[in-house]
């Protein structure tokens, strides 16, 4: 049987052997992206591609999303071209996973009300398709099917949606982009220590900013891994992967990631100590944590001190400058907010989200999720984007109430939404999909 749904997946023996393929899909992901650095060829990602098509076709619901969301954090090194353009494989593969989703799910009850706040706010970007070339058209075409795959992957997974699993697989593809990242920055500089501000670590996702992004998310996204194993032997690796993940944010030299990091760990701090009953563990890595970054600033001061002193120089040396500060998003926001105001049309309704910054004509993105939300669908597009986000919100609440969540599961969507207002966030297919694994995170966390 070529397609199957979760049911079929876990009454099979297959699924005892999950550990086995998770493994698998590791060390064969893993391989081909790194083997990438080595290959002037582009043969290795059409390999992976076929490997990971095979794997969405018989694996599961939560597999397909985890095999997808391992994906993300290595986006810039996992694409092949198309004439003059590059095609991240991953928007191929939403459109895959799609179109299982759809053979083996649809026949199932699926809320009409719901479903309809999803259907509008594909349609209401499809309106803008006049404004578009053939390939503004290409691209709507994979940015739809983003859309459509996360809002029936969170209505079908609600019952066999395992978030262990999908977390690990998230773990491990940040850990593949770090390590892709670590060959190609030696390979380049011969040093992690540049010792200039302008050279930053971006791992395998191809822009230092998201880069930092993937990390915090799975920074934080490892206290859930902690509340919920008791193992002796993982309680100990978890503080030293949550250190080396933040070390290597820390050389993205991205000052939102310190401003985020810094005020979260703080946040962390003040509820584990309000309420050590529910944290024991988390007290526990934080302790063991605390015990490591010391020691580690101990034995490497001078690195410590010079990694640091680079990283300031990025607020110091613009204090008088607020363009050089936020890297000149000052004035592309002003460039929009005129471009908005100078017509009530486009303030309504928007102009589209394909290439909108070269139809604007500031040639520049806006970097900030509220500006580029006003920009390309309008006022009215931006109340329906707010809708479809509840949608998802009320899907996975059906597992628990919001006020039951606690603080320590906002933190990877805390994460997000503040980094999403220094970068691009609607055009890129892998926004829906982090949307949906950070809700997740929020009822799942214990």
Known sequence: ??????TLI???P?????????FLDIVIIGGCILGKLFSPS???????????IMRLLFTSLTSNFALLLLLVPNLGSTFIYVGSS???????LICVALLKLCLTSLHHFVNKKLLLVAIIFVLYEWIHI??????GIALLVSWSAAVLYVFLIAIYSRSTYNHETVLKYFLAGVGISIIYGLLNFYNMYGTLLANNPTIRFKGAAGDSNYFSMYIMISMFGLLYLINKNNSRWRQSIYPILFIVYGAFGVLSLSRMFLLVVSFLMLLMVIKVFTSLKGNRKILWFMIITFLFIASFFLYFSEEVHSVFSLFFSRFTDFLEDPSGLT?????????????IVADFWSMLVGIGIQEYYIRSGVFLETHNILLELLVVWGLVGFIIFVLFICVIFKISASKRKISETSILGWLPIICMAVSYMSINAMSNESFFILVFFAINHIYEFD
């Open 1 to 6: 049987m070529l397609f199957t749904n979760d």
């Open 10 to 12: 876990m009454s099979h």
């Open 14 to 22: 297959i699924k005892t052997n999950a550990s086995m393929f998770f």
């Open 42 to 52: 582009n043969l290795i990602i059409y390999a992976l591609l076929c490997y990971l």
């Open 86 to 92: 590059s095609i991240p494989i991953l928007n191929l």
């Open 130 to 135: 006049f404004y578009y070339d053939v390939k």
């Open 327 to 339: 890297s000149n998003r000052n004035i592309i926001a002003e460039k929009y907010f005129d471009f």
